[in-house]
């Protein structure tokens, strides 16, 4: 009797109109967030596909507890149990709400966002997630790193893409037979034709070290900072084939070596 009492045609109407109930709400959860991500929100796209994520959820949660509410089901007992369990849960993954807590002040502040080219800690890479628990960013070698927020939180960041200029150095060794004036001369005329070097502020040129074998000079100057990378190989070509166009050598490590001649002592007989 009990179990037809269950199974009454009023409970599973019950029942059904429950589980559309939770399919409605959950496709309206998917249509919100596309329109979300599809939306010309003037906000960094981690911000954008966060919210998305989470509205949808609380879209699905709400559907869920309207279903509930068809069955009769009593809330405030599960509300309690909910809370009860999420104190359980939250006193063991402490690690993860710190990662949660950790993301959503990272999305905030806007430390990093998608496409950057950043380093953090040693690892250097472009951006291509923030979500609220990890990091993901693809390294310049190919792999791709994934970062809990709380370690990103932790560590410094180095965000190449925020400044518009970013100044490089290049070393130059030459010889100590070369006329150091007349390669500086040289190395500055190179970044003069150059037109991604900027001329504010100007390019500096120093003797750096006297080295063992060269004289080094420090190239310094600023360039764009998403031209820096192929700025840098071009200017470091273009400055040893004018140097060698000048006669200036660019030597290559030396060593003097004295070797000391053992000095013969013949004896003589008596």
């Given amino acids: 009797m009990v179990f037809e009492k269950l199974f009454t045609f009023e409970f599973l109407t019950r029942i059904a109109i429950a589980l559309i109930t939770i399919f409605v709400f959950y496709y309206i959860g998917k249509i919100i967030e596309s329109q ?18 989470v509205t949808r959820v609380v879209v699905i949660v709400i559907g869920i507890l309207v279903a509930l509410s068809i069955l009769e089901v009593n809330l405030s007992g599960i509300l309690v149990a909910a809370g009860f369990a999420g104190l359980v849960v939250g006193l063991a993954a402490q690690q993860t709400l710190g990662q949660l807590f950790a993301g959503i002040a990272l999305i905030l502040e806007g ?17 291509e997630y923030v979500g609220l628990l990890s ?57 003069d034709e ?15 070290n006297l080295g063992d074998s060269a004289v080094v000079l420090k190239v310094l100057y600023w360039t764009p900072s998403q031209e820096y990378w192929s700025v840098r190989r071009e200017i470091i070509r273009e400055i040893k084939e004018a140097l060698e166009r000048e006669g200036i ?6 060593r003097v070596l004295w070797v000391k001649t053992p000095v013969k002592i013949e004896s003589s007989n008596t």
């Avoid at 965000?159 to 001369?185: L, T």
């Avoid at 037109?195 to 750096?208: G, M, N, Q, R, Y």
């Avoid at 050598?249 to 030396?254: G, V």
Wanted: zero cysteines; charged letters at 20%; a positive charge.
């Fill in 36 to 53: 979300i991500k599809k939306s010309r929100i003037e906000a960094p796209p981690e911000i954008i596909y966060n919210i998305a994520r």
């Fill in 111 to 127: 430390r990093i966002k998608i496409g950057d080219s950043v380093k953090i800690g040693n690892d250097w890479g472009i951006v």
């Fill in 135 to 191: 990091t993901r960013i693809r390294l310049w070698s190919g792999e791709v790193l994934t970062i809990p927020n709380s370690n990103v939180m932790n560590s410094n960041i180095y965000n190449y893409s925020v400044s518009i200029a970013r100044r490089a150095e290049v070393s130059v060794g030459i010889s100590y037979n070369s006329d150091i004036s007349k390669a500086i001369q040289v190395i500055r005329r190179v970044l």
């Fill in 194 to 208: 150059k037109e991604l070097v900027l001329a504010v502020p100007p390019p500096t040129i120093i003797v750096d």
């Fill in 249 to 254: 050598e660019i030597p290559f490590p030396q």
